[in-house]
């Protein structure tokens, strides 16, 4: 259940905490005055996508902190390394350069992450979703939805991957003479051309190094001589190696009458050592820099050649040889496509046999689904003052495709005596969002989400109807946690907590403010729903009379 909202830099708010109950709870407001804000907020805590443009004229960035209480023990925790707990925190900062930090219980995850655990904690439905019921497309996602063909799903997808792919390397094979002799030919080309140049892995890293070696050898020469000098001496001087020998000789005579000079020989000595194995080492590194005078000019020639390479087959000799590999590889293939394609194609009849099963399971699922969802879908609607109306799933059978090898459209007749027709010949603007109710209710009961929020679904809705959508979302509340946005006094006047968001200014900026309200607080705000910007005895007794019908008695009662 989601308990505490805080908003910080988001549009008109500046700043907000909105408190929600269990049960039913309605925001409502003029037009602009902030009431989608709240439900952008909402759902950027829930993963989904957020914009720059929500952050408030000014400022680095917007926040949005959201506590959930009673939470189930999701498995999403474990999968994901966090502590379970019954109330949990989740926070989303957004940064005027794109950044998103998201953060569950004060461990960082990513929006993606986010949003798996969102899709468990909140069902959001919004005009947008009525609209996709005039989508045929979408239909078969509500039917799966209610079925639960989850896992069958996921057996189907990969038997129709494998088909797929089975399709796609007889293609490759598939080609005419002409084509297959001119990719022969161009695979040979390029297999020759690599392979006459002989390449070794890596071997590029150590031709430039020795390049800049040689490029630099009479520098390098000349100091590794100077250093020799100094350690192993010249014409003109001892070196450091000469003098220690002779510190060391001096020393070792002496210990003949004074032991306790053993540890400063035995230092001396290992300097000694230390220097003549150092001035060793100089001359081999300096009998290395001797060089013919045609090396350079090979290495220049070999870097060419492996530059050459690169600039057609790949970055480093490594992905050259792995070029050369998959040429081989695809030249074997046509050379040998005709007893690949016996093969493949008998693979391809397995394969297709055994997702067209997993297409009939599938199939068996929906249709079991496709008598049952109509039924529960025209009890919802009797709720939803639309008696008469009936609901079908016209299910089609079509090739393999990503989601099966049926097509299924909802079809609905409104009115007695009218046959059934697509929703969209059919449904009004108001049919449609009870149309939607039901299907979402329906829905709802299937799965474990314990948080439901109803954007402005009351569209085209009003009188008796509204009524009934009122009563409906109500009696949703008793089981699940309700949030609406809505215009409509009849749904308002129903619910457990009332919030109304306003619009002001202040020092030339605009802000907005979430109030709950109390008995007259409601009152007078279904006064003004009811009657607009004049609000009236006559407006205030109707809204009094109204919240006293839903249940709603004032303290003093």
Known sequence: MLSVLHIEQIAVIEEADIVFDRGFN??????????????????AILGERAYRDMIRTGAAKASVRAVFRAVPRLSWFADNGIDYE??????????????????????????????????????????????????????????DAYVGNQELLADYSGKYQAVIELQQQIRRLTMDEGEKLRKMEALRFQIEEISRAGLKAGEEEGLEARRRLLQNAEKLSQGLDDAVAGLYGDEDSDGAAALLTQAERALAKLLRFDDSLGPLHSRVADLM??????????????RALDYSGGELEAIESRLDTIHRLRRKYGRDTREILAYLDKAQGELDEIQFADDQ?????????????????????????????????????????????????QFQCVFTETPLTPTGADGVAFAMSANVG????PLNKVASGGELARIMLALKNVLAQQDQVDTLIFDEVDTGVSGRAAQKVAEKLRSVAKTKQVLCVTHLPQIAALAD???????GERDGRTYTTVTPLDWSGRQQELARIIGGAEITQTTLDSAGEMLLAGGIKPPEA
């Open 86 to 143: 019954e109330e949990l925190l989740i926070q989303r900062d957004i940064f005027l350069d794109g950044r998103n930090v998201c953060r569950v219980n004060g461990q960082p995850v990513s929006v993606s992450v986010l949003r798996r655990l969102g899709l468990q904690l909140i069902n959001i439905h919004g005009q947008r979703d009525s609209q996709q019921l005039f989508d045929e497309g979408y239909h078969l996602q509500y039917l």
């Open 26 to 43: 309605v925001l409502t407001g003029e037009t602009g005055a902030g009431k989608s804000i709240v439900i952008d907020a909402i759902s």
């Open 273 to 286: 050592y230390q220097t003549q194995d150092v001035a060793e080492e100089l001359q081999d590194r300096r």
């Open 497 to 503: 907590t009332h919030l109304r968001i306003a619009k």
């Open 341 to 389: 394609l016996v093969r493949l194609q008998e693979k391809l009849k397995q394969a297709e046999a055994e997702a067209w099963a997993a297409a009939e399971t599938l199939r068996q699922a929906r249709q079991a689904g496709a008598v049952e969802l109509p039924r529960r879908i025209q009890e919802e609607l009797r709720q939803l003052d639309m008696p008469r109306a």
């Open 418 to 421: 009218e046959a059934m027709k």
